[in-house]
T-cell receptor, first 111, second 115 residues
């Protein structure tokens, strides 16, 4: 069955520290991959997406993600976290008209 | 500005009542989606529509109904048959023709609470 797994329910990092959020997918073929961010009580906003080509993709707000086919992973990274990055992050995959979401990782940022 | 508008933002319902959540988009997108969000479970697909007058069940369609009479509108009705309707509901849209390559655009959500 197709699935997206985010192993970390929540992560706490200090402001200014680096961040990596993990995402693994299970699909018959390489799907199109996305990272979205959600602030409390709001909708989701696209951070970045991967379709093909360069496996390191850049997104908004200083985020980047690396696609690794051998590990079926699409991890999100940021070199230096800001307090405003505290939110919930969702990894998603689609191979057609339906998009599958991971359960999300909530990021806490401490001063 | 183009976008997706969901209303109401907050809704309270007594058990046994049907409620309808509105979703309107002015992005000229053909495909529209309804997701349900519960803590720790991510987003689960309720219904989706790729074109006017056509829609398909998602993974958790039981107790819900939709219509797609206009391209811009995709209302969701939560019926009394839905056993646990308290949740955050998100509407989204996407350009058709991009298949799975286009990202989803989301509204700001509607929080339904059953009293």
């Amino acid at each position: 069955a197709q699935s997206v797994t985010q192993p970390d329910i929540h992560i706490t990092v200090s402001e200014g520290a680096s961040l990596e959020l993990r995402c693994n997918y299970s699909y018959g073929a390489t799907p199109y991959l996305f990272w979205y961010v959600q602030s409390p009580g709001q909708g989701l906003q696209l951070l970045l997406k991967y379709f093909s080509g360069d496996t390191l993709v850049q997104g908004i707000k200083g985020f980047e993600a690396e696609f690794k086919r051998s590990q079926s992973s699409f991890n999100l990274r940021k070199p230096s976290v800001h307090w405003s990055d505290a939110a919930e992050y969702f990894c998603a995959a689609t191979g057609g008209f339906k998009t599958i979401f991971g359960a999300g990782t909530r990021l806490f940022v401490k001063a | 500005d183009g976008g997706i508008t969901q209303s109401p933002k907050y809704l309270f319902r007594k058990e046994g009542q049907n409620v309808t959540l509105s979703c309107e988009q002015n992005l000229n997108h053909d495909a529209m989606y309804w997701y349900r969000q519960d803590p720790g479970q991510g987003l689960r697909l309720i219904y989706y529509s790729q074109i006017v007058n056509d829609f398909q069940k998602g993974d958790i369609a039981e107790g819900y109904s939709v219509s797609r009479e206009k391209k811009e509108s995709f209302p969701l009705t939560v019926t009394s048959a839905q056993k646990n309707p308290t949740a955050f509901y998100l509407c989204a849209s996407r350009l058709a023709g991009t298949g799975g390559t286009g990202e989803l655009f989301f509204g700001e959500g509607s929080r339904l609470t059953v009293l």
